[in-house]
């Protein structure tokens, strides 16, 4: 696969070419629900990396998403950081959270992986709360307008502008899309698929699969601090609610819905579900029925996600 | 199966495709709206917690708003355009709320967003009404607005904040329950907030908490808390909230018996909760915080009586379609109240479109004081401007003969407290 590089190159550069005309086409709504979706579609980029390609089930991404959250947002709000400085401290913030979670965490496997990562999760959720002097608990923080402005040479960019915060997201997503390209088609993807399809094997060829599993998780978790440290600067809000294991289940729906393993396949999931959302709540309350049920029908019809569908009939050389 | 996968696609079924897609993209969510004419009605986004942990309260807040809006487009409307009405779920979650409010700026173009509850929803949606320079009146109580951390754009004129509420309760508690007070409250933002007003309110009328007992959300059995409640307790001030209400009743009347302490409590632990229920009985001859009292009283205004039947609720604030279905009525008065408060803010500003949105902001701002009347009918109100904050009377009821009957009313001034900050400053 890897002499045929250019049609996946191209539909990559596609996409991103794509999102980057739609900011002068959408209505002002969508084009600002777009801008939420890239941040979130990080997230379950960086959840797919770990689920998708080594084939581990977390039920505990909300806290590295979290961590990325409250890593940025409290060193803006105590601190008084910028807002550069602010995202490097959420990336940290989930760098290490997740280096500490992945040497623990990877002693199991399997459904024991799943309740370790939610227990885990739940316990960061729980140090929230515990701490609302700093955090504000279940009610959260909110990053003022003047908080999320960045200095360059003189000139600012203030996130809180629609096209600066569309363009934003368009970069980080752009940047971790491109990351995770490269990430599938390097050796290390590889040994992360082999792992996932058989790691005894994988283990008696020589390779640590240990190491490679832990490089993994810490770099999912810090994809997935980086979105939660840009939703953090892009819209403002710090709170429980985005470390909750609602958060948690979430980027795992995303990717099933999208295709695991698929790299486009967390942008379609994620699109697909809020415009579901979107749309069906405009007509009855019983909107997450509709969701429930457009769940069900995909299960049964694209087991391997949309894209994992497509690629398993129609275009092979999808990454 | 993998037929129906593998099937080509036919013209039918791309016609039937592109027929999906077109509903889809004609559905509410895709709709835009022109730029509001002064013919056209004023749309008001109504921010509401059809689902999620808000959503009892949602649905009464929904059928008051309804009403205000019926009897506002009876009397003509808010400057000679009637009202209209968008609603939109925001699962009282506070990313969905943002996003709601985001939709209702730049999708529905309505003129307000309005009637927010759950405090986290409120703070989670203020960035999004402040970055869209879209005016946001809440009904939410929580003391987030008047802390001054939220932005201009923000407002609650029409319910107390819980710090006041608080601060007005503690001085009848002090004189009539007892002095030496034990706190049994839930461990997370509701509950700190009675945490941290209520212990410097109650020292200012001579009186002592005692004990703080932080019960952590997840409980479902409070039997083992209750030793740490000390043996000279006076007076236990709860403010248990959610399903778990009732069995933590249920335990504390079997900790005690017959022989208790002073109960006193906030009746949002018991908000559309029949106060009959099996298993509250243990509440006999407990007082309660009202903000607008539940069972019709004896000496209800007429604007109160005339309330109470626009919004349908019987005498014994139950639906008067269906006397199991209790209302909110403590706190949805609210959403009447803070509708009247937009009226007044757009007559008083001459607001025609959303390029007014400063000058209603700048209007509301400087309303100071409500009448108590139709358009108030829980009672009279100051408000300030620096804080975007209304102050109001509390009512504190007994809960006797399987009714709550108001026994004490508080005095506005009860409940007032320094401005923490001031709005006005912030740019518009």
Same mark, same amino acid.
């Given at each position: ?35 939420? &979706? ?35 947002? *409290?060193? &803006? ?19 290490? *959270? ?12 399997? $459904?024991?992986?799943? &309740? ?6 739940? +316990? ?8 609302? =002097?700093?955090?504000?608990?279940? =009610? ?6 003047? =908080?999320? *402005? %960045?200095? &360059? ?24 899309? $491109? ?33 490679? @599993? ?34 948690? %289940? ?20 994620? +699109? ?23 769940? %069900? ?6 087991? @391997? ?15 | ?111 307000? !967003? ?37 932005? /201009?754009?923000?407002? #609650? ?9 608080? #601060? ?161 009525? !403590? ?22 479109? /959303? ?47 399987? /009714? ?25």
């Amino acid at each position: 696969m890897r002499h045929d590089g250019f049609k996946p190159a191209a539909l990559h550069v596609a996409v991103i070419a794509l999102l980057f005309a739609l900011n002068f086409v959408l209505p002002d709504y969508h084009h600002g629900l777009l801008a939420r &979706i890239m941040v979130l579609a990080v997230f379950a980029m960086g959840y797919n990396l770990l689920f998708g390609y080594v084939g581990l089930l977390s039920l505990g991404h909300a806290m590295f998403f979290s961590a990325g959250l409250y890593g940025s947002g *409290l060193a &803006i709000y105590h601190l008084g950081w910028g807002v550069p400085a602010a995202f490097g401290a959420g990336l940290v913030s989930g760098a290490l *959270l997740s280096l500490v979670i992945g040497l623990l965490a990877l002693r199991t496997t399997g $459904v024991a992986f799943m &309740i370790v990562t939610m227990m885990f999760a739940q +316990v960061f959720y729980l140090l929230i709360l515990y701490f609302a =002097q700093w955090t504000g608990g279940d =009610q959260g923080l909110v990053l003022q307008q003047a =908080q999320r *402005l %960045i200095e &360059i040479g003189g000139v600012t960019l203030d996130l809180t502008e629609p096209v600066t915060r569309y363009m934003v997201s368009l970069g980080l997503f752009s940047v971790v899309l $491109v990351a995770t390209l490269l990430m599938a088609r390097s050796a290390f993807g590889r040994v992360l698929v082999a792992i996932r399809e058989n790691e005894e094997r994988t283990r008696m060829l020589g390779y640590d699969t240990f190491a490679n @599993k832990l490089a993994a998780v810490v770099a999912s978790g810090v994809i997935c601090a980086a979105s939660g440290a840009a939703y953090a600067l892009l819209f403002g809000y710090v709170g429980s609610t985005l470390a909750s294991v609602q958060y948690s %289940i979430l980027p795992l729906l995303w990717v099933l819905l999208g295709g695991a393993a698929t790299t486009l396949g967390p942008l379609v999931g994620t +699109v697909f579900m809020y415009y579901v959302i979107d749309v069906t709540s405009g007509y009855t309350s019983a909107y997450m029925l509709v969701v429930g049920i457009a769940l %069900i029908l995909l299960v049964l019809y694209f087991p @391997k996600g949309v894209l994992g569908t497509i690629r398993d009939r129609w275009v092979r050389w999808l990454p | 199966m993998s037929s129906f996968i593998r099937k080509s696609i036919t013209r039918r079924t791309a016609l039937k495709g592109f027929g999906a897609a077109a509903g889809l993209v004609a559905g509410p969510g895709f709709v835009r709206y022109s730029q509001a004419q002064s013919s056209e009605p004023i749309r008001i986004g109504f921010q509401a917690h059809r689902t999620g942990i808000g959503a009892s309260y949602g649905r009464w807040y929904e059928r008051t708003t309804n009403a205000a809006v019926k009897a506002v487009n009876d009397a003509g409307g808010i400057n000679g355009r009637q009202v209209e009405v968008i609603v939109e779920d925001d699962g009282t979650d506070p990313g969905r709320g943002a996003e709601v409010v985001g939709k209702f700026a730049t999708q529905h173009k309505v003129d307000v !967003a309005f009637g927010t509850l759950f405090s986290h929803v409120v703070i989670g949606s203020a960035p999004a009404a402040g970055e869209n320079k879209l005016p946001y009146y809440v009904v939410s109580e929580g003391h987030h607005v008047a802390s001054t951390k939220l932005n /201009r754009y923000v407002f #609650q004129p029409g319910i107390t904040d819980v710090k006041s509420q608080i #601060q007005a309760v503690a001085p009848w508690i002090a004189a009539n329950a007892g002095k030496k007070v034990t706190q049994i409250f839930p461990d997370f933002a509701f509950g700190y907030d009675h945490r941290d007003y209520l212990p410097p309110a109650l020292k200012a009328q001579g009186a002592d908490v005692i004990a703080q007992i932080a019960i952590p959300p997840t409980e479902s059995s409070f039997t083992k808390y209750f030793p740490q409640i000390p043996a000279d307790t006076d007076v236990i001030y709860h403010v248990m909230v959610g399903p778990a209400v009732l069995t933590f009743v249920k335990e504390l009347g079997e900790f005690y018996g017959s022989n208790r302490p002073q109960l006193f409590g906030f009746i949002d632990s018991l908000e559309a909760v029949d106060i009959n229920s099996p298993g509250l009985e243990f509440l006999d001859g407990s007082h309660f915080w009202e903000g607008s009292p539940r069972y019709a009283q004896p000496d209800d205004s007429d604007a109160q009586k005339a309330y109470r039947a626009a919004v349908g609720i019987d005498e014994n604030g139950a639906s008067v379609d269906d006397p199991k279905d209790v209302s909110t009525a !403590a706190h949805m008065f609210g959403c009447w109240e803070t509708l009247y408060v937009i009226k007044k803010a757009m007559e008083d500003s001459g607001y025609q479109s /959303r390029d007014d949105a400063g000058k209603l902001v700048e209007a509301t701002e400087a309303l100071t004081e409500f009448a108590e009347g139709p358009e108030h009918p829980q009672g009279p109100k100051t408000f300030n401007g620096k804080i975007h904050q209304c102050f109001g009377i509390q009512n504190i009821s007994k809960l006797e003969g399987g /009714r709550l009957n108001v026994v004490h009313k508080t005095s506005i001034e009860d409940g007032m407290y320094e401005p923490e900050g001031d709005y006005t400053t912030q740019p518009l």
